[in-house]
C-alpha cells in the first residue's frame, strides 16, 4: 500500500526559510513524477512544483526562484527560501497528476509578516 507523510512545515517569518519531507513508501515513487501542492485558505489546491523521475522541475510561477524541488530514493523535498505571507497554506505531496487515494495530512506552513 502507498503512503505520503508531509512534514518539515510551521510558523517563519517573511523571508525565512523551510524545508519539507515526503516519505514515500511504495514502488510507485521510483516511477513517478513527484510533486507538492498547497491549499490556502478559502481557495482551491495548487500544484506548487513537480519533478520528475528523471529530475526534470516545474514550478508555478508564484514560487519560481524562490522553491526548489528535489528527490532521493523515497523522499521528494521542497525548499522554500524568500517566504512570503502569501505562500502561507497546508502543503501536500502527490504524483503528477495527483492520485485521490494518496492525498495525506498535509503540513501547515504559515507564514508571518
Known amino acids: 500500500q502507498v503512503r505520503l507523510v508531509e512534514s518539515g512545515g510551521g510558523l517563519v517569518q517573511a523571508g525565512g526559510s523551510l524545508r519539507l519531507s515526503c516519505a514515500a513508501s511504495?514502488?510507485?515513487?521510483?516511477?513517478?513524477?513527484m510533486a507538492w501542492y498547497r491549499q490556502a485558505p478559502g481557495k482551491q489546491r495548487e500544484l506548487v512544483a513537480y519533478i520528475t523521475r528523471f529530475g526534470v522541475t516545474i514550478y508555478a510561477d508564484s514560487v519560481k526562484g524562490r522553491f526548489a524541488i528535489s528527490r532521493s530514493p523515497g523522499t521528494v523535498y521542497l525548499q522554500m527560501n524568500s517566504l512570503e505571507p502569501e505562500d502561507t497554506a497546508v502543503y501536500y505531496c502527490?504524483?503528477?497528476?495527483?492520485?485521490?487515494?494518496?492525498w495525506g495530512q498535509g503540513t501547515q506552513v504559515t507564514v508571518s509578516s
Open positions: 511504495g514502488s510507485i515513487f521510483s516511477i513517478s513524477t
Open positions: 502527490n504524483t503528477h497528476p495527483p492520485q485521490p487515494t494518496l
